[in-house]
């Protein structure tokens, strides 16, 4: 998937307006990008430089990436997302026009195989849209597809906080740099498209990864007990509820199955139990 995004990087059209170059962080102490960034070197108009980050933390594998990033802007893009030609073009303009601190743009759904109907029915692999210029929440923020000023992480102690290492960096990320007043616009021309493989097409994924966005809320704001209380009612009522959603469809029982365990991951931190340190 690696080579895929890099061969796209290439085919990047910047209308002449900027240069680029790339930072590969690996999170893999055993380098196993190694091979496929060393093909490209040489090969490519740009710089392509790799780095290892052998501790497991997408924190920090963010921060290294912040750390070697040589330009005024930034660019984050996984290396299970493909962009299209004129990603970061539109990105580029969409800040310059708007004024904004950085723009973030859709991730869409590539399926190699057929997902099963429940996913497809209830879009869990989909991500909410908006219309181009639209000036974001911290809640509708992440970093799978963004470019954003360099000089705005400038006294931060960390860009990316390593008590979220497992995921709820990149909101807790935004949600401070809004706090500071920076402003993020929406691009939707910007696309991007990430593979999602039978292993992300499972109940068990959507539903453990609904537990650790609940811990890292609660990492994030903490909880207060009227919170908790309104989250152990949530449970209640979905509990009682999910017998009827059943005869409904998988789908409608998957959607309150993965706000059932929103609710548990925070109350589950809050008392001290960490049942998923990873997605």
């Given at each position: 998937m690696l080579r895929r995004l890099l061969e796209k990087l290439v085919e990047q059209d910047t209308n002449?307006?900027?240069?680029?170059?790339?930072v590969v962080v690996d999170n893999d102490r055993a380098e196993s990008a190694r091979e496929v960034v060393e093909a490209f070197v040489g090969t490519v108009q740009?710089?392509?430089c790799y780095f290892v980050e052998p501790r497991q933390s997408f924190a920090l594998a963010r921060n290294r990436a912040v750390e070697q990033a040589?330009?005024?802007?930034?660019?984050?893009?996984?290396?299970?997302?493909?962009a299209s030609r004129q990603w970061l073009l539109h990105l580029f303009n969409t800040c310059i026009a708007y004024n904004a601190a950085g723009a973030l743009g859709p991730v869409k759904p590539y399926f190699p195989q057929t997902p099963p109907d429940w996913l497809v029915k209830g879009k869990f692999a989909e991500r909410?849209?908006?219309?181009?210029?639209?000036?974001?929440?911290?809640?509708?923020?992440?970093t799978g597809n963004v470019l954003f000023k360099k000089d705005i992480v400038e006294g931060e102690e960390e860009s990316f906080r390593t008590k979220f290492g497992t995921g709820?960096?990149?909101?807790?990320?935004?949600?401070?740099?809004?706090r500071k007043g920076h402003v993020f616009v929406w691009c939707n021309e910007a696309e991007v498209f990430e593979e999602v493989?039978?292993?992300?097409?499972?109940?068990?994924?959507?539903?453990?990864?609904?537990?650790?966005?609940?811990?890292?809320?609660?990492e994030?704001?903490?909880?207060?007990?009227?919170?908790?209380g309104r989250s152990v009612l949530a449970m209640s009522v979905y509990g009682l509820a999910f017998p009827f959603l059943a005869v409904m469809g998988q789908y409608r029982l998957m959607k309150y199955a993965i706000k059932f365990s929103d609710h548990a991951g925070?109350?589950?931190?809050?008392?001290?139990?960490?049942?998923?340190k990873e997605r």
């Open positions: 002449g307006l900027f240069s680029f170059s790339v740009f710089g392509l040589a330009g005024d802007f930034v660019a984050f893009i996984d290396d299970d997302e493909c909410a849209a908006y219309r181009t210029g639209h000036i974001l929440d911290w809640r509708q923020s992440r709820g960096e990149d909101v807790d990320f935004f949600q401070r740099m809004m493989p039978p292993e992300r097409c499972t109940r068990m994924y959507h539903l453990r990864r609904a537990l650790l966005r609940g811990r890292n809320t609660f994030r704001e903490g909880i207060r007990l009227g919170s908790a925070k109350i589950l931190a809050l008392v001290g139990i960490n049942l998923i």
